[in-house]
Nanobody
Framework: QVQLVESGGGLVQPGGSLRLSCAAS????????MGWYREAPGKQREWVAS???????????NYADSVKGRFTISRDSAKNAVYLQMNSLKPDDTAVYYC?????????WGQGTQVTVSS
């Protein structure tokens, strides 16, 4: 059974930074491409970034255009963790952030972590 627990959210001023963490349990983590997603108030959940497992070849990352150049996804397979470093945060980044496999699996959604960007 896979369990994903997100942490690291909070209130930050525009231009600030946060680092989100996702702790994963279950063996599927090591072979899965992992992703970060977010859901803003009144909007549908959207994909933010993803990172491959690195098992067959080197790690590869992809980002939504809205966060490219500001966010960095990484993973530590030894710790079963995936991270999202968020810099130059904007009010539009305010959302609940979730990690999941990529593509996402319905049964893997956790509680998420709230990120609020406001002055």
């Amino acid at each position: 059974q896979v369990q994903l627990v997100e942490s690291g959210g909070g209130l930050v001023q525009p231009g600030g930074s946060l680092r989100l963490s996702c702790a994963a349990s279950g063996t599927i983590f090591r072979i899965s491409t992992m992703g970060w997603y977010r859901e803003a108030p009144g909007k549908q959940r959207e994909w933010v970034a993803s990172i491959t497992s690195g098992i067959r070849s080197g790690l590869s990352t992809n980002y939504a255009d809205s966060v490219k150049g500001r966010f960095t996804i990484s993973r530590d397979s030894a710790k079963n963790a995936v991270y999202l470093q968020m810099n130059s945060l904007k009010p539009d980044d305010t959302a609940v952030y979730y990690c999941n496999t990529y593509p996402s699996a319905r049964t893997y959604w956790g509680q998420g972590t709230q990120v609020t960007v406001s002055s």
